[in-house]
């Protein structure tokens, strides 16, 4: 099927800046401006359909992923959409083995997160054509076709082929129950609007108040920055939300290992399910050893929303070193390598619930864990999707929440496109905030 050649690829810096009070802040991140390397992907195709990639950062470096990008492109320009989704392993494996290019990767960092927001364009592109949301693409797919687009290279020794299709054809049973329990039900999540650092007692009181309101069950706190701050405030949102209520901790890499061990055993009173990424992202054998220590406490650790590859997570779960996998839809390759996270993670057992929040996170991860669920885990037991309420109103088919579950997008796509207006007006460094705000600053 010619779906159209790829005519035109831009790519733009969209920066949400910190300081007009959009976002909170963690132990690590204290300034960020939420913010985005903006990919449009247009074709010959009469249709006139275009696709639309993201890839979040936090303001500084937008413009180096947006120059990946561009580096990138020539893999893409003048490529036939059907040729590409027609062998998409293969356009994979050749967007990250660029033999140049892949120096400076390979498959992490700064060509890893351009790679992401150009497929997730394609993605967004095909599914369009197909008149699906991309989580009903994704499902309606048979198991043969979803596991040619997945690249094993380097994980083979973990999850082969053969094995990734047949965990997707057991789980053809029961899928038309489960999609029908997505579509009237949702997907369960929880909330980080609540508690993040710097916020006031009074603001934090207000915001766990609505939520219970909302009838949220789910809350995870920042902590990392000051023991006796955290115990205080994780003391104060126990107390708000009552024994039952689920609680959750992030510390955003903030410890070393033996400090992330005592930290814990401090804040373990409040009964957190999760202490997330208490370390370096990279430091496998760190959270294996975390995990040992809090397991008598009754303390999960759950990483990988700032994991590079598919690679690291299959040594997270080799080592069993995390209760609680995070996939980001970003900082791994697109759809393609979070398939190959999702189907090892059922094949260890562990559940998986994903990273959010950000830019636009919240809008492309739904239509994966509802994916997961239908095909991949069948399972909602110990699973939740992280849940922010902040900056959806730039996006065309924003996050629609219902009884604290996300519903499954009904639009064609990834609902990966901004509203125009939000681009020209946040876009890095000429969009109208931003000429005003370096103008301020004598910039």
Not at 332 to 342: A, D, F, K, P, R
Request: with cysteine; aromatic share 8%.
């Amino acid at each position: 099927m010619a779906r159209g050649r790829v005519t035109r690829l831009t790519a733009c810096d969209v920066r949400f800046p910190t300081s007009l009070g959009a976002h909170g802040s963690d132990a690590m991140h204290t300034d960020p401006d939420y913010s985005t390397a903006y990919v449009t992907l247009e074709t010959d195709a009469e249709d006139g359909l275009k696709g639309y990639g993201i890839t979040f950062t936090l303001g500084k470096g937008t413009e180096v992923v947006v120059c990946a990008v561009n580096a990138l492109a020539p893999h893409v320009l003048n490529k036939d959409l059907g040729d590409i989704v027609g062998d998409f392993r293969g356009f994979y494996r050749q967007l990250t083995s660029d033999s140049q290019l892949r120096w400076i990767g390979p498959e992490k960092g700064v060509v890893h997160l351009a790679t992401a927001a150009i497929l997730n364009a394609v993605w967004d592109l095909w599914a369009k054509q197909e008149g699906k949301p991309l989580w009903k693409l994704l499902v309606d797919m048979d198991p043969r076709t979803l596991s040619s687009c997945i690249d094993f290279r380097y994980i083979s020794d973990v999850l082969t082929e053969e094995e990734a299709c047949e965990i997707l054809q057991k789980n053809q049973a029961g899928k038309k129950e489960r999609e029908a329990q997505m579509l009237t039900q949702g997907y369960p999540a929880y909330t980080t609007s609540c508690a993040w650092l710097g916020y006031s007692d009074d603001r934090l009181k207000q915001l766990c108040t609505e939520a219970l309101k909302g009838g949220w069950t789910r809350f995870k706190v920042k902590v990392g920055a000051d023991m006796q701050d955290d115990v205080r405030r994780c003391g104060l949102i126990r107390d708000m939300i009552g024994p039952e209520k689920t609680l959750m901790m992030d510390a955003n890499q903030r410890w070393d290992v033996p400090e992330a061990v005592e930290w814990m055993a401090r804040l373990a009173e409040f009964k957190p399910l999760w202490i997330e990424e208490p370390t370096s992202p990279d430091d496998i054998l760190g959270h294996a050893a975390i995990s040992r220590a809090l397991a008598p406490l009754g303390i999960g650790v759950a990483t990988g929303e700032q994991c590079h590859n598919r690679v690291i997570f299959k040594q997270l779960l080799q080592a069993r070193a995390l209760q609680f996998l995070q996939i980001d839809s970003c900082r791994l390759g697109s759809v393609n390598e979070n398939l190959s996270v999702l189907l090892m993670a059922k094949k260890f057992g562990i559940p998986v619930c994903p990273h959010a929040g950000g830019v636009g996170l919240c809008e492309l991860v739904q239509h994966l864990i509802i994916f997961d669920f239908i095909s991949v885990s069948a399972s909602l037991e110990n699973r939740m999707c992280e849940y922010v309420d902040h900056l959806h109103e730039h996006f065309k088919y924003p996050v629609l929440i219902q009884k604290a579950c996300y519903l499954p997008p009904k639009d064609a796509g990834y609902s990966t496109e901004m509203k125009e207006e939000s681009v020209k007006k946040y876009q890095y460094p000429d969009g109208d905030v931003w000429r005003k705000l370096l103008a301020a600053q004598g910039k």
